[in-house]
């Protein structure tokens, strides 16, 4: 089983600016897939970002980037340029043969 | 829309009633997974189709809750006597078979028992 942690509950950042979000997770497998979803408001959860843990270049997705510490167990998202639209829950799951297993989840507020 | 669609949207029941929900995955799509997200948390697993062979089902998935894929195409997802702890938003998502693949979800049945 796989358990995912994110520690912080709420962040905040002003429009434009650079916010960071953490995730570190728990497996026993060798082979695994790392992933952000996003979920709007009252919307339906789409893939930010993945990230296969056989590779060690972080992935990158226009203005979303990831820290993946793999020693660490460490998936972080940053989210540079901040804008209205990124307002949303934002959830880190990893994922084993076939199922997610995702966080808490860290809602992200974009200060205009 | 080729996305992935349920139906309904929300659903308000009185408890004890039995409630089914529907889901229509990506055409193509082989596998099919069913999530429960109670409000505030992450979606948890609870089962998992590949094609119409239901593989796997979480221990969250309590002998009231009974799913089926019966041609590999849509999917339902019936709660029996339904009680306030089963409210919470059920989500269905599909994938085409393959490791690393994304995970598509559905806008969510949302269920409220009173």
């Known amino acids: 089983a796989q358990t995912v942690t994110q520690s912080q509950p709420e962040m905040s950042v002003q429009e434009a600016e650079t916010v960071t979000l953490s995730c570190t997770y728990d497996?026993?497998?060798?082979?695994?897939?790392l992933f952000w979803y996003k979920q709007p408001p009252s919307r339906q959860m789409i893939l930010v970002i993945r990230q296969e843990a056989y590779k060690q270049q972080n992935a990158t997705e226009n203005r979303f980037s990831v820290n993946f510490q793999k020693a660490a167990k460490s998936f972080s998202l940053k989210i540079s340029d901040s804008q209205l639209g990124d307002a949303a829950m934002y959830f880190c799951a990893s994922r084993d043969d076939y199922k997610l297993s995702f966080g808490a989840g860290t809602t992200v507020t974009v200060r205009a | 829309d080729t996305g992935v669609s349920q139906d309904p949207r929300h659903k308000i029941t009185k408890r004890g009633q039995n409630v089914t929900f529907r889901c229509d995955p990506i055409s193509e799509h082989n596998r099919l997974y069913w999530y429960r997200q109670t409000l505030g948390q992450g979606p948890e697993f609870l089962t998992y189709f590949q094609n119409e062979a239901q593989l796997e089902k979480s221990r969250l998935l309590s002998d009231r809750f009974s799913a089926e894929r019966p041609k590999g195409s849509f999917s339902t997802l019936e709660i029996q006597r339904t009680e306030q702890g089963d409210s919470a938003m059920y989500l269905c998502?599909?994938?085409?078979?393959?490791?690393?693949?994304?995970?598509?979800f559905g806008p969510g049945t949302r269920l409220t028992v009173l």
């Open positions: 998502a599909s994938t085409p078979t393959g490791p690393y693949n994304e995970q598509f």
């Open positions: 497996t026993s497998e060798s082979d695994y897939y």
